[in-house]
């Protein structure tokens, strides 16, 4: 007689977890400008849980460069591979739906592009100047890349006239090379310290629930404070498929509580930590 294969189990998500699915006119508004104009946002490839919320107030995160990223993170639901040749008119199209949408802070985010000598600068600074351009009355928060090291190709993105300039960490130096095997953590941080020595507002995000102990939490927002970091942002990791990284623990509300205190004691302008928070959330606060 053969004994039955043991399925484990994904771990349950507690109360604390639970979204409002998407509904509402203005949630149906978005994305139908989305798919009109043949758009990607992060809300819908990064699986994000507060897609439905967003949308339903007429915001959202527009992915720029293509929906093909040249990494391969352990915890990112965007796909990876060979991205196509990116598209010259994107800039117009995303600044056009931003007008429409009437949009009062805009988010930008990209895929990594490593393939491109530029990092894909030129069409970031493309895009923010048309947003400017065409719906002056925008601001604006970009939330770049790594840049693997090409100072150039982030002096580039950064002068277009953006108001906030994030970099997501994403998670404690240990967990690296399982989590960001193709980042380096002290590279992101001198990208931070750069980019705030350009005179831009900074902000990064980390994600928690990985097996990182609190200690280490503590230590990276010293880290980011002493690398020039004005906004944190922290929330739970959530396991896209089960092809990617387990959630080693779901971190209770209380912990995220003491996690903005310590980290409005540390130096930080404003952290927004809380089990659904995600680097875009709230993003007109960071102003």
Not at 1 to 14: A, D, G, N, Q
Not at 133 to 144: A, G, N, Q
Not at 149 to 165: C, K, Y
Not at 175 to 201: C, D, M, N, W
Request: charged share 30%; glycine share 6%; proline share 5%.
């Amino acid at each position: 007689m053969h004994e039955l294969p043991i399925v484990e189990k994904r771990k349950k998500r507690p109360d604390w977890l639970r979204v409002k699915l998407p509904i509402g006119e203005s949630y149906k508004k978005v994305r139908s400008l989305v798919d009109e104009y043949n758009l990607h946002t992060i809300c819908q490839s990064g699986n994000c849980p507060n897609m439905g919320e967003c949308w339903g107030a007429g915001t959202a995160t527009f992915m720029i460069l293509g929906n093909t990223c040249t990494r391969s993170c352990s915890f990112c639901a965007v796909k990876t591979g060979r991205p196509p040749e990116y598209d010259e008119d994107e800039p117009r199209r995303v600044a056009e739906a931003i007008k429409l949408m009437q949009v009062k802070h805009a988010v930008l985010t990209s895929v990594n592009r490593d393939e491109l000598k530029d990092r894909g600068a030129e069409i970031w600074y493309q895009t923010v100047r048309a947003v400017k351009e065409i719906s002056p009355e925008t601001t604006i928060e970009t939330l770049i890349p790594d840049v693997r090291a090409t100072w150039s190709a982030l002096e580039r993105m950064i002068s277009a006239g953006q108001e906030v300039v994030s970099h997501n960490m994403e998670t404690v130096e240990s967990l690296y090379r399982k989590v960001r095997p193709q980042a380096k953590y002290h590279r992101s941080l001198e990208q931070i310290k750069r980019t705030k020595e350009f005179g831009k507002r900074t902000k990064s995000g980390i994600m928690v629930g990985l097996g990182e102990k609190k200690e280490e939490v503590f230590k990276i927002m010293d880290d980011l404070v002493e690398h020039g970091c004005d906004v944190l942002t922290i929330g739970q990791y959530l396991q896209p498929t089960k092809m990617h990284l387990d959630v080693a623990e779901f971190v209770h509300p209380d912990t995220f509580a003491l996690y903005k205190e310590v980290g409005m004691e540390k130096g930080f302008d404003f952290v927004e930590s809380g089990p659904l928070v995600r680097s875009s959330y709230h993003a007109e606060r960071h102003l």
